[in-house]
Nanobody, 126 residues
Framework: QVQLVESGGGLVQAGGSLRLSCAVS????????MGWFRQAPGKERECVAA????????YYADSVKGRFTISRDNAKSTVYLQMDSLKPEDTAVYYC???????????????????WGQGTQVTVSS
């Protein structure tokens, strides 16, 4: 059973930064695309960033482009989300997810991901 454990969430003022981490138990982690999603109360879960298995391709939602950076360390089986210039509208529960397929692309829909972390709360105060 693949396990994903997020960390790094918290409360931050607008304009501040947070770095989320997601440790993955899968020993072949380096073979799979990873994504970061978020879900605010009353809203659908949305992909904010995704990264291909080797890290050469990335995707960012328009709302976070230029402020968030996704990266991965395959040696540590960990994916990161650096979040800068945070805004109150970034407040949500953030989830990491693993796409358990041989794709070399950057999946962006909820349905393309097979394993999920438990989520970590990010709250940005104005």
């Amino acid at each position: 059973q693949v396990q994903l454990v997020e960390s790094g969430g918290g409360l931050v003022q607008a304009g501040g930064s947070l770095r989320l981490s997601c440790a993955v138990s899968e020993r072949t982690f380096s073979s799979y695309a990873m994504g970061w999603f978020r879900q605010a109360p009353g809203k659908e879960r949305e992909c904010v960033a995704a990264i291909s298995w080797r890290g050469e391709r990335t995707y960012y939602a328009d709302s976070v482009k230029g402020r968030f950076t996704i990266s991965r360390d395959n040696a540590k089986s960990t994916v990161y989300l650096q979040m800068d210039s945070l805004k109150p509208e970034d407040t949500a529960v953030y989830y990491c997810a693993l796409n358990y397929s041989p794709t070399r692309d950057t999946p962006v829909t909820v349905y393309e991901y097979n394993y999920w972390g438990q989520g970590t709360q990010v709250t940005v105060s104005s």
